[in-house]
């Protein structure tokens, strides 16, 4: 034990012997300085040359930045900015108002498109309680006009039957009254024939018993032959004159004539009554129609109802509010000024959300094909570098995202007029772990990806 401690004590007494001389010696002290200073620097390069090598096993790349969801805002409107609520690095919430736009202009074309809604919704109101009653109105005077006109038809048509059958029956006791005339006028003539042969008779008989030749009684025979004779002959002169005065049975002509006044009394009563009809069935239709005006109505109240419902959404964009939770990142907005409603144009305001934040890097496209879905990464952010050596614990991520394009061709950039043969970058996206630091967009970054230990690496190993 004293063999091994007497070595020990004796270092430390060397020690403290050449810091003793070093501080007597201002030029010993200074040496050691930059001979500490100098194993530091070489420490550094040390480890630098390390990360070198490091850079070739994996895939390095500085040019990397922090990328968080951005948020253009920008009034929909055309109007006169009132007030502005957030400033650059304000946090909101979503629904916050960040600022609000005049709203006069809006606000009286709302009240009078409300006001055109209002009274045409009155209308329709007013229309739909009275065109019931005007349409049951309507189809009750047509319902009472029809059953007039079928009255009407019915004593026209019963009144031309009975005409009809009058005139026939009046016809017929004519006919049989002139063939009774007629016949009463031949029985007088062959009376009057016999008559006179009766009278000649007697003459002859008178003639005869004059003469001696016959006796009295012939001449009283004849003599009552010839009373006969006269006394048929009266009889049938007085048979014609009664058959003459006798009028036939029947209507007579002259009520033929009041019926048939009749009749065109109810055929003008007929037609009037049709007119009546039409006018009931055009009631009806212009009743029809007012159920028309009302679906026009209806349809002009939900075109007003729209213009409310428009300028409704409009007066809600006068108030600008905030669509995420995060922060004003860009401002660019003086109350007094004028906005325009134009999407094209550059937003007023910018918000990031820092609660979905990730890593764009641009890989050389000669590295990515060792790049894998999946693979892990390491981060160092500049912002977050330590002040002494060394660039500090990294932060952990994961590759989310390559890109299948090159970074020109996301660009844009036209076509070269001569080829220059270049190596391009491919955008790959890093997701990170654990709690924000208090990134910022647009941060740089460094970044170390490790090939191999990706999704894909994994399905390629897995049997």
Known sequence: MVMLEEPESKRRTTLIVIIQRAIRRPYLFMAA??????????????????LLIDRLI????????????????????????????VHEGTPVQKGDILLRLDQQDILAQLRQAEAEAEGITRQIHEMQEELPLTLEKAQNE?????????????AYRRAQVLLSVEREQTDNMVQEHAASIEAARA???????????????????????????????????AQIGLDRSQARLAMSREQLREAQMRYPSGESPE???????????LAAELKEQQTVLDLAHTNLRLAKVGEQKLHVLQAKQKEAQAKVDFYSLKLDKTTVRSPIDG???????????????DPSNPPVMVLHNPHNRWIAANVWE?????????????????????????RGKP?????????????????GLPPERFFTRRERKISVGVSLEGEDPGLRAGMLAEVLIHPGGGAVANERKSP
């Open 187 to 221: 029985r007088l003539q062959d009376q009057e024939s016999a008559a006179r042969e009766v009278q000649m008779t007697l003459e002859r008989t008178r003639s005869l018993f004059a003469d001696g030749i016959v006796s009295q009684d012939r001449l009283d025979a």
């Open 395 to 411: 932060f952990k991520g994961k590759v989310v995202r390559i890109n299948p394009s090159t970074s020109s061709e996301v660009a």
């Open 33 to 50: 300085v930059v001979l500490v200073i100098g194993a530091i620097w070489f420490f550094r390069l040390a480890v630098q040359e390390f």
């Open 142 to 154: 047509v319902r009472r006009a029809e059953a007039m006109v079928e009255t009407k038809e019915q």
């Open 58 to 85: 994996n895939v390095y790349t500085n040019d990397a930045q922090v990328q968080m969801d951005t948020y253009a805002v920008r009034p929909a409107l055309t109007a006169k900015v009132l007030e502005v609520l």
């Open 255 to 265: 009520m033929i004539r009041v019926r048939e006044q009749d009749i065109k009394r």
């Open 327 to 341: 922060i004003v990142a860009y401002r660019d907005i003086e109350p007094g000024e004028m906005v325009e409603g």
């Open 366 to 390: 000669s590295d990515i094909s060792r790049v894998q879905m999946g693979d892990e990464v390491e981060v160092w952010i500049d912002a977050f570098k330590p002040r002494a050596l060394g």
